[in-house]
């Protein structure tokens, strides 16, 4: 711990000679490896069911109306729960697919809740829980967050998700808040369609009691068919100082994002950076992306993925066959992950690459690599360093 800072070492914030920047790329290296070097699995996105009732144009699992053949039922789903729980596991997104159309869900989630002492969410089109009953028992499952789909205002999003979901999505979150779901947020997907309505959707979850979290469209799935939609990179930067200031009027937790790129702007995360007191993990000083370091997803068939995206290029491990504690920190992918000095193009220069990465998702939709450029981040480093 004593050697990440040395006296008179500290690079000046914001960082505004190759000098600072040198500096800050050590420190925040060397706090990024020890961080990782024996990182917890603490979070993970478990995608119960690949079946969905709706057929949105810009998915990006591209999920269908079929369930996958081998998809884990009820009690192979408690096995997991119990695998992952033991290996350091401490919060759990349910997702799909739609994770609804499990009749089980409040069974699964009871379980992860009661049993394994897990934080619970679930990620959802919110369509069900437009019925109130169906959220008296997600209540009663002791489910923490529920995550509902919200696109943009009502035209922009029944165009992606289908005339009349909207309104149910709104009804649900709605219903959340009187029912007594303790954290309700509203996630949106950006693009250029929906672009120009940020202010108007952030004023709206305030009106549902709601946080809103906002990312770009994911070009892989369905996704792939609309890459047009995407942001540029200056409309990416704007939009992310919008939101940025948007947080210092409403908090963090009302307005979130994934808040890469705009680090090289915050002084207040740089510091943090640099701190010899911010070291734990990503909850105590900024490193960017956290797929294969302390996150990781699972498909309905109990596959393990290192990084956002469920691709073949991305496995790590089969949680039925194996324990998650006897693959993680043994995967040749994850460890590629874990070593930001793999890298490539502008990512790999920059001298943020350890207090943000890119995004691996991007990378991968855009190039078919996980490791290479973020198309998204307007930032250009100087020189390589």
């Known amino acids: 711990m004593t050697d990440i800072l040395k006296p008179g070492q500290l690079p000046s914030i914001p960082l505004k000679t190759g000098e600072d920047k040198e500096k800050f790329l050590d ?3 060397n706090k990024f490896n020890i961080m990782v070097k024996n990182a917890v699995p603490l979070m993970c996105w478990f995608d119960v069911t690949e079946k969905c009732n709706l057929k949105c144009k810009l998915c990006f699992a591209g999920a269908t109306n079929k369930p996958l053949e081998d998809e884990l039922p009820t009690k192979e789903v408690y096995s997991l729960l119990d695998n992952i729980a033991e290996s350091g596991t401490r919060a759990i997104a349910f997702a799909g697919g739609e994770p609804t159309l499990r009749e089980d869900l409040p069974d699964l989630i009871s379980y992860a809740v009661r049993k394994k002492n897990l934080f619970a969410a679930i990620n959802t089109h919110g369509q069900l829980l437009a019925d109130r009953e169906y959220v008296r028992e997600l209540v009663r499952s002791g489910l923490h967050r529920v995550k509902v789909s919200v696109d943009g205002l009502k035209k922009s999003h029944d165009w992606n998700r289908g005339k009349g979901t909207f309104d149910k999505c709104i009804q649900a979150l709605k219903n959340c808040a009187e029912l007594g779901i303790p954290n309700r947020v509203f996630i949106s997907t950006i693009t250029q369609m929906n672009l120009a309505e940020v202010p108007q959707m952030i004023q709206l979850a305030l009106k549902l009691k709601a946080g809103i979290f ?7 799935g369905r996704g792939k068919a609309w890459k047009n939609l995407m942001l540029t990179k200056e409309q990416t930067r704007d939009w992310q100082r919008y939101l940025f ?5 409403y908090g963090v937790n009302q307005v979130q994002f994934e808040n890469r790129y705009i680090i090289s702007e915050d002084e ?4 943090a950076a640099i701190d010899p007191k911010c070291i734990g993990t ?10 294969g370091i302390w996150q990781y997803m699972i498909s309905a068939n109990g596959k393990v993925y290192a990084g956002d995206v469920i691709t073949p290029e991305t496995e790590i491990g089969d949680l039925r066959k194996q324990r998650l504690s006897e693959f993680w920190h043994n995967s040749e992918v994850a460890d590629r992950l874990r070593n930001r000095d793999n890298l490539k193009g502008k990512c790999g ?11 691996r998702r991007q990378a991968y939709g855009t190039t078919g690599d996980f490791l290479e450029t973020d198309p998204q981040c307007w930032y250009e480093p100087e020189d390589h360093i």
């Open 27 to 29: 420190i925040t290296r």
């Open 214 to 220: 906002m990312i770009p469209i994911v070009p892989t």
């Open 245 to 249: 200031k948007q947080q210092k009027i």
């Open 268 to 271: 207040n995360a740089l510091r």
């Open 282 to 291: 990503y909850m105590d000083t900024p490193v960017g992306c956290t797929a």
């Open 349 to 359: 220069r920059c001298e943020y690459r350890f207090v943000c990465g890119g995004c």
